[in-house]
Nanobody
Framework: QVQLVESGGGLVQAGGSLRLSCAAS????????MGWYRQAPGKQRELVAD???????TYADSVKGRFTISGDNAKNTVYLQMSSLKPEDTGVYYC??????????WGKGTPVTVSS
């Protein structure tokens, strides 16, 4: 069955970098869209970046030029490389999969804290 497991979160100083990983099972990346979302305390969950099966990417305006989403089909893993991190990037980051049928799946999240 479909399962998404995030890892790589942690505590980092402003200006630093982190790479998040999402290990996916029972999902063909070519069949839909994989994405990263984040949620800060007291705020709504928001889209950070996503990538389609053909490699097209979308980024939130707040992370353009700083974050890069990528996928490794052989490893069934999606990555989010984050650089030049800011305190406003703090939150729990969730992996999401949207498949062609319209069904969506979520990971449990990995926390990212950026100190000033």
């Amino acid at each position: 069955q479909v399962q998404l497991v995030e890892s790589g979160g942690g505590l980092v100083q402003a200006g630093g970098s982190l790479r998040l990983s999402c290990a996916a099972s029972a999902i063909d990346f070519s069949t839909g869209t994989m994405g990263w979302y984040r949620q800060a305390p007291g705020k709504q969950r928001e889209l950070v970046a996503d990538i389609t099966g053909v490699g097209n990417t979308t980024y939130a305006d707040s992370v353009k030029g700083r974050f890069t989403i990528s996928g490794d089909n052989a490893k069934n893993t999606v990555y989010l490389q984050m650089s030049s991190l800011k305190p406003e990037d703090t939150g729990v980051y969730y992996c999401n999969a949207l498949i062609y049928s319209g069904k969506t799946y979520w990971g449990k999240g990995t926390p990212v804290t950026v100190s000033s």
